[in-house]
């Protein structure tokens, strides 16, 4: 598949998950039936609506799913609207998948903290549901969790269930928890407070705003995590996904090729600077 | 020893006087190229399509400055005794509008082309060492193993290159401190010297082979040589601007907060001139553009600059939201970044952004400014 070239992709299945986020289920479509697609969790495709334009966005469901790939989207502007307005059976165009995957090799047989906020849970949800997959070749996981509203916080019958299983802890907050007991009224940073998982033979992987990663970062450091440990999923402008247009520049790195998921070590002097 | 000394000593020249510069237009026109060469147009010098010696900007002089660009004709029979134009190598190769896919559709099926990328065999004239010198920072950023850009690609093979040695720098060139000129280094497919009389005629590429054999010129003699090596050593010499050198730009991204920044960010624009001047800025946006029934399209690539806000925006915010951090952007990518990125720093010395500045701003003393203090 070309990185430069689109290829088509059919939605077998459009999935409402909350006011404005939706999923579309697609299978690429090829002269011969249905082709398979590979990718790594927290590799992103950009997605292009014909007509409209392109947008990147995370690839969310497994990487061992034959049958189809899922992109979880937000409806903020205008292609992810017009993407919204679609249904099964219509067909978009596919370029990817770019960029690095979430480091899920070196997190085996090791202890496991997510920590996710705001709109940023689709690159990290994907992880969640691999960890969960293959259970038994992780140790502790670990999940915090915040939203804006306790209308965004989706797939909330898969938390519950993750959260019945041996060795887990997840904990969710929202600013406006709208009275929902489950929910702790406040930010994810605040979740720390709860946590409950030792720095000496885990990985943390964040997601979500910037302001929000900082803050878990400083946390994360504070509780002995080496910054080789921290894995972050960055967003940037994107126009190209490899490493052409200039729009995702970091410092010297590309979000779009050396990223979205870098270790903290390795963009430790450019991030939360203001304008990199 | 300089680029020309080295040349000097390993090639052999070959030499065509003035009087008879159109054969060398023949000679690469009945190769199969159409040639492009330096013509003055709307008072600059631009590469644009030629078919007659008598084309070539005859007598012309540049007059730069911060700021200011001028041409004058003064009475000798010199075709490239300027330094250059707001235009390198790179509307050439890396263009300013280019269709990337193709997209058409009917009611079951949706399907990707890329365009047809036939491109006319080209022949420009007038390469200057810091052209050759951006079209290799392209290459490395275009062209690179395993992400080869196959628009750039296309335009890119289609060219055939005649460098001149630059003997008349500008007041803005600086190219001797980036060691990028003003002599040719690598990368043309053929070389000029050129003298008071005619040119010396170096071979750069095995393309040059058919160009060379229809020329069949006599070598340059001992004298000739001398002149030349005398010509470029004045022109490397009379550069006053310089760039600090590499290792000392990397200690920029030590000084992310320094005043300087805001200082350079009360006087700059953010027009953008200085990275749609820039041989090597790569920066571009992709837009669909559909048809009228909606039922096939492209997709556009254009030149894009981080000076505009849409550079960087993302959730309805910029990440630079202010010129301080877009002039910072440009300048620590340039001439740091680049260097991480590609192995080398992003600036060739051309000066074109310094010319080119509406508000006169010089790169080369903003980086000094920066560099000479510590302040944090
Ligand atoms: C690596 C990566 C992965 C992403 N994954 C997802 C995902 O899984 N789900 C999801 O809903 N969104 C994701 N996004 C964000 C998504 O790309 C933007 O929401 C989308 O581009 C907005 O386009 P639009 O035309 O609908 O909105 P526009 O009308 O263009 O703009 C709407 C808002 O989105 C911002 N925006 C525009 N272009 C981009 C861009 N390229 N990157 C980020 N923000 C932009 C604008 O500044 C504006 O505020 C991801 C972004 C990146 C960089
Ligand atoms: S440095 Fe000069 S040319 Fe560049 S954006 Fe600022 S004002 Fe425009
Ligand atoms: S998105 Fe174009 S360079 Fe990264």
């Not at chain 2, 007059?63 to 041409?71: A, K, L, N, T």
């Not at chain 2, 997209?103 to 080209?122: K, N």
């Not at chain 2, 010198?133 to 093979?157: I, K, T």
């Not at chain 2, 440009?330 to 060739?348: F, I, N, P």
């Amino acid at each position: 598949m070309s990185v430069h070239l689109p290829v088509a992709a059919e939605i077998v299945e459009r999935i409402q998950e909350s006011r404005d986020i939706f999923t579309l289920r697609l299978r690429r479509v090829g002269p011969d039936g249905p082709l398979r697609f590979d990718f790594a969790p927290g590799q992103f495709n950009m997605v292009y609506l014909r007509g409209a334009g392109e947008v990147a966005i995370s690839i969310v469901s497994d990487p061992d799913e034959e049958r189809f790939f899922d992109h979880t989207i937000r409806a903020v502007g205008r292609v992810t609207d017009a993407l919204a307005a679609l249904a099964p059976g219509d067909r978009i165009g596919i370029r990817g998948p770019f960029g690095t995957g979430w480091p899920l090799r070196e997190v085996e047989g090791r202890d496991v903290l997510i920590v996710t906020g705001g709109l940023g849970c689709a690159p990290v949800v994907s992880v969640i549901n691999y960890l969960f997959r293959r259970r038994a070749a992780f140790g502790r996981i670990a999940i915090l969790q915040g939203v804006r509203h306790a209308a965004d916080m989706i797939w909330r019958p898969r938390y519950d269930a993750w959260a019945a299983q041996p060795d887990t802890e997840i904990h969710l907050a929202a600013d406006v928890s709208a009275g929902d007991p489950g929910l702790f009224q406040g930010t994810v940073v605040e979740l720390f407070k709860r946590l409950d998982l030792a720095a000496d033979n885990a990985l943390a992987m964040l997601c979500g705003p910037e302001v929000m990663m900082a803050a878990a970062v400083a946390e994360l450091r504070a509780r002995g995590f080496a910054d080789a440990a921290i894995y972050l999923s960055l967003e940037r402008n994107m126009q190209c996904g490899n490493g052409l247009c200039g729009h995702c520049q970091f410092g010297p790195l590309y979000v779009c090729r050396d990223g979205p998921v870098f270790a903290y070590s390795a963009i430790a002097d450019w991030f939360g600077k203001r304008g990199f | 020893m300089s680029d020309f000394a080295k040349r000097a000593e390993t090639l052999a020249a070959g030499y065509l006087p003035r009087t008879e510069l159109q054969r060398l237009l023949d000679a690469l026109v009945s190769t199969g190229y159409r040639c492009v060469g330096p013509r003055v147009r709307d008072g600059a010098i631009q590469y644009l399509p030629l078919d007659r010696a008598d084309e070539f900007p005859v007598g012309v002089r540049d007059h730069q400055e911060p700021g200011s660009y001028r041409v004058e004709v003064v009475d000798d029979e010199r075709c490239f005794a300027w330094a250059n134009g707001p235009q390198a190598l790179k509307p050439l190769t890396f263009a300013p509008d280019e269709v990337l896919w193709q997209f058409s559709a009917d009611a079951s099926d949706l399907s990707f082309t890329t365009p047809t990328r036939a491109h006319p065999m080209t022949a420009v004239i007038g390469v200057r060492g810091c052209d050759l010198a951006a079209l290799r920072l392209q290459e490395a950023h275009f062209l690179a193993p395993g992400n080869r850009d196959p628009a750039y690609a296309a335009r890119r093979e289609a060219l055939f290159l005649v460098g001149v040695d630059c003997s008349h720098p500008a007041a803005t060139c600086f190219c001797t401190s980036t060691g990028d000129g003003p002599s040719l280094g690598s990368g043309y497919d053929l070389a000029l010297t050129e003298l008071d009389d005619g040119f010396l005629v170096w071979r750069g590429s095995r393309l040059a082979d058919a160009v060379l054999a229809t020329l069949d010129l006599p070598p340059a003699d001992a004298q000739l040589l001398r002149r030349a090596k005398d010509q470029q050593a004045q022109a490397a010499a009379a550069q006053q601007r310089r760039m600090p050198a590499p290792q000392r730009l990397m200690g920029l991204m030590q000084r992310l907060d320094h005043a300087q920044w805001d200082d350079v960010a009360a006087r700059c624009l953010g027009c953008g001139n200085c990275t749609a001047v820039c041989p090597s800025c790569f920066c571009s946006s992709h837009r669909a553009e559909p048809a009228l029934d909606g039922l096939s399209g492209s997709q556009v690539r254009s030149w894009d600059s981080c000076f505009t806000l849409e550079h960087s925006t993302m959730h309805g915010r910029p990440v630079r939201a202010d010129i301080r951090t877009r002039y910072r952007q440009w300048l620590t990518h340039k001439l740091a970044g680049w260097q991480s990125q590609y192995g080398r720093s992003g600036c060739v010395g051309c000066g074109r952004c310094i010319t080119w500045c509406p508000v006169g701003i010089d790169l080369t003393a903003e980086a000094a400014a920066l560099l000479e203090t510590d302040s944090a």
